[in-house]
């Protein structure tokens, strides 16, 4: 069983979707993780502009410029980031918006899909190149 699940993920890296020319907007905390994203999606032409979430004018002013969102969840900025995301919502709905994070209970998961996330995919179980993947699907 291990050498079918290692031979599943060596295919799904080999596909190769078109590059993007498109923005995307990361709101992530961690610095390193932030980094580790910008690589990523900079590798497969996207435009990336990074500002934390404790920056509303940067994020108001990003807005403008971006087809792509995608944004950490955590448990000590739920109900913000959630407002957050039902505001893009009403106002950009040409926005994608992807989230990460740790563990999200069922009734946050529900609640993100309801408000118009696209998806989310849990830290634990997930790689920086699954997002962009993700994300490249998305905007192709």
């Known amino acids: 069983m291990r050498y079918f699940l290692k031979q599943k993920f060596d295919i799904a890296e080999l596909v190769e979707l078109p590059k993007s020319n498109k923005t995307a907007l990361l709101i ?3 610095d390193t993780l932030s980094d580790i994203y ?9 435009q ?3 500002v934390r979430f404790s920056d509303p004018e940067s994020i108001a002013d990003s807005l403008k410029l971006v087809d792509l969102l995608i944004m950490e969840m955590n448990a000590q900025e739920t109900r913000d980031r959630l407002g957050f995301i039902k505001t893009l919502s009403e106002n950009h709905p ?3 918006v992807i989230t990460i994070g740790h563990s999200l209970d ?3 998961l529900n609640t993100l ?5 696209v998806g989310h995919l849990d830290r634990k179980f997930s790689r920086p190149q699954d997002v962009i993947q ?3 699907t998305l905007i192709n």
């Open 28 to 30: 992530i905390n961690e």
């Open 134 to 136: 993700i994300a490249k």
């Open 38 to 46: 910008r690589k990523h999606l900079q590798e497969n032409n996207f």
């Open 94 to 96: 040409q926005i994608a």
């Open 106 to 108: 069922n009734e946050t």
């Open 48 to 50: 990336v502009i990074a």
């Open 113 to 117: 899909m309801g408000l118009g996330a």
